[in-house]
């Protein structure tokens, strides 16, 4: 397989995780206290990446860009709300806050759909591939953690032990 089709094999392969990521991101959110507003946050980044993943040139196609760049701009505005709030009121670490994981994951469709516009011109490749693997890989390895540290798992809403 030559470098290039190798290339685009990963970035469709890296969409296809961030995807399941961002949908089960959305499915999680059932018994949270603003599920409907999570779950919006989430479906519409695993709608597009899911069409990035089965048609990579789609980032280019005006209407995707718009609903991309909607999105990622409402992202940007949580980050900022989030952030305030964590440094205002704050208690340890920002895992243990709700809002920090909130803001961890507006985060995370921010850079993932920045990779996904930075894709339109030409797959990605290099760094810009390293980057899309490590992000892409990033949630389900903190998913892992967070699983088995039983000290976090003991810091969590109990909205959010009942949905695992």
Known sequence: MSGGRASVCLWRLC????????GLAAAVQ?????????????????????????NPSITGN?????????????CVVGII??????????Q????????????LGLA????WMSLCRSSAKSPLAGAGLVAAVVVALL??????YISVNKEMRASWPTHCKTVI
């Not at 949630?139 to 892992?144: A, K």
């Open 15 to 22: 969409n296809i995780l961030m995807a399941a990521f961002f």
């Open 30 to 54: 059932v018994n949270d206290p603003d599920a409907g507003l999570w779950t919006v946050v989430y479906l519409a980044p695993a709608a597009l990446t899911l069409l990035v993943s089965i």
């Open 62 to 74: 005006s209407v995707w860009r718009l609903l991309c760049n909607l999105h990622s701009a409402g």
């Open 81 to 90: 709300a989030l952030a305030h709030s964590l440094f205002a009121y704050a």
């Open 92 to 103: 340890g670490n920002i895992l243990h806050e709700e809002e920090g994981r909130e803001l």
């Open 108 to 111: 995370i469709i921010a850079i």
């Open 139 to 144: 949630p389900f390895v903190s998913w892992l």
